[in-house]
């Protein structure tokens, strides 16, 4: 089993920047890639970015590649988003996951607790 807690969710103004921290334990070894994914009201949960956990190679949605950045840092088992340019369709709560096939939120065998992001204009 593994388990994920995000942080760094928050009330942020449009433009602005926020992290989020997705801490692992568990059978961490096990882990192959790593997601976030986020869902709106009223919205189905979408693919945001993943990472490699061995390679660092990355994949993004097209709604936030160029603002987003996901990171992992293995020695701490944790994995970030950067997110910049904040804009008020970026306002959901954000999940981690684990153990996936990239995109496809079905596939990931882990998630966290998600994390609130919400962007005023």
């Known amino acids: 089993q593994v388990q994920l807690v995000e942080s760094g969710g928050g009330l942020v103004q449009a433009g602005g920047s926020l992290r989020l921290s997705c801490a692992a334990s568990?059978?961490?070894?096990?882990?192959?890639?790593m997601g976030w994914f986020r869902q709106a009201p009223g919205k189905e949960r979408e693919f945001v970015a993943a990472i490699s956990w061995n390679s660092g190679s990355t994949i993004y949605s097209d709604s936030v590649k160029g603002r987003f950045t996901i990171s992992r840092d293995n020695a701490e088992n944790t994995v970030y988003l950067q997110m910049n340019s904040l804009n008020r369709e970026d306002t959901a709560v954000y999940y981690c996951?684990?153990?996936?096939?990239?995109?496809?939120?079905?596939?990931?065998?882990?998630w966290g607790q998600g994390t609130q992001v919400t962007v005023s204009s």
């Open positions: 996951a684990a153990d996936g096939k990239a995109t496809r939120p079905k596939t990931y065998d882990y």
């Open positions: 568990g059978r961490t070894l096990s882990i192959k890639v």
